[in-house]
């Protein structure tokens, strides 16, 4: 496996694989199972001829002040050898000032997704995160890219800027990694409380029971309210929002769930910030 760190590394690596085509995995690092499924279907994709890259990078611009970048969660050397055991073929992993310079005046936002759901508790989040991804398109110009429906609200604005922006890449979504208890893997789980990591299983327990609600034909208010109450009635759990919108356009539902939707949850234990979702169907329509 090679490791880059700068993009002319990359670029030069890049340049003597090519034409086999490329798929990228785009990672903040402290890799888990998640990521690894990523990787997987990465490979997948590429096949045999084909060459998979993973990034680790940080990103500061999309965290906000007071949030965890500092705090952020990181271990490259271990990060390397589960990338190795993954067949990943490079990596890039480049220092902050190799990515931003100090004049760059250019940012890539979508306007109307970056300020809804997580957008309103995170300003600025996805703007990070459309520029950063555009960047790491553009260093590594890849065929296709994949990243995780756990953050389903960043899988959207990466899907709604590739098309907007004519970028031409296939955007696949992998399916979210959970441990045996139902928590969403995520690199931020480490820093949980022993008390609050247990009682972090609330939110798939949460996600569960509306998944069955919303086949009897409740109405989206009615059922973002009990999720909330259930949420709520963990002591240990702070709710942040707790959301109903159409699955594919993310827009709001009022009344009986006629499509697909999806269920956003938001919850911070202790400084923790989790999240999670599922997407539900409406009840079958009587023949
Ligand atoms: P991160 O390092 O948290 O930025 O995540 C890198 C990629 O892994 C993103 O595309 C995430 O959506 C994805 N990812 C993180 N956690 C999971 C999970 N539990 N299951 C599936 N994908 C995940």
Redesign the pocket.
Known sequence: MEICRTKSAIRAQLAAWRPAPIVL???????????L??MRLARARAGATGKVVASIFVNPTQFGPGEDFDSYPRNEARDFDLMRAEGVDAVFAPEVAEIYDPAAQTIVETTELAKTLIGKLRPGHFRGVATIVTKLFNIIRPDAA??????YQ??AVIRTMVRDLDMGIEIIG?????EPDGL????RNVRLAPEDRTAASILSQALDEAEAMAATGITAARLRSHVRATLEAEPRARVQSVDIRDAQSLDTISGPLRRPAVILLAVKFGQVFLIDNRVVQPPKEEP
């Open positions: 995995v785009p990672t903040m690092g402290f890799l888990h199972e998640g990521h499924s990523l994949v990243f995780g429906e756990k953050d960043q899988l992998a399916p979210i990694q959970r969403a893997m995520s690199s």
